[in-house]
């Protein structure tokens, strides 16, 4: 997390095999941690969800024996975290025979409006 809020600029990438399709994302991030956007979406999760945040440390930290390293509930919230990002870019690419497909997309601001302008690229 801390290179996250060192340098809030991101990509995303998210590939669904079977379509074969593959997109990346790109823009900045606000991360939020026990804030009222947090507040919200923690209250609409469904308690057995709850209990993946519900850890000893930090998620990801090792350990020393085998164990799930899970506790009570009353700890979980310090560990949900919700990383938003506000997308600048994206591309898409389409895997397929006879030839792949593939465009970019940027995001345009224009007063209170926005919009996405595209182009195709060479796959």
């Known amino acids: 997390m801390t290179h996250i809020q060192e ?3 991101v990509f995303w990438t998210f590939y669904d095999p079977r379509k074969q399709v593959q997109l990346r994302l790109w823009g ?3 991360v939020h941690q026990q804030n009222t956007v947090t507040e919200e979406l923690w209250r609409s999760l469904p308690d057995f969800s709850k209990k993946d945040y519900a850890t000893f440390t930090a998620p ?3 350990l020393d024996e085998l164990s799930t390293g899970q ?3 009353a700890k979980a919230y310090e560990f949900f975290t919700v990383i938003e990002t506000k997308v600048a ?3 898409w690419l389409q895997l397929g025979r006879p030839q792949h497909r ?5 995001r345009v601001d224009s007063g209170d ?3 996405w ?3 195709w690229l060479v796959p």
């Not at 593939?102 to 940027?106: D, I, L, N």
Request: charged residues 25%; glycine residues 12%.
């Open 113 to 115: 409006r926005v919009h």
């Open 28 to 30: 900045d991030v606000q």
């Open 7 to 9: 340098n809030p600029r």
């Open 71 to 73: 506790l009570a509930d």
């Open 60 to 62: 990801g930290s090792l």
């Open 117 to 119: 302008e595209g182009q």
């Open 102 to 106: 593939r465009a970019t997309f940027s």
């Open 89 to 91: 870019g994206w591309e």
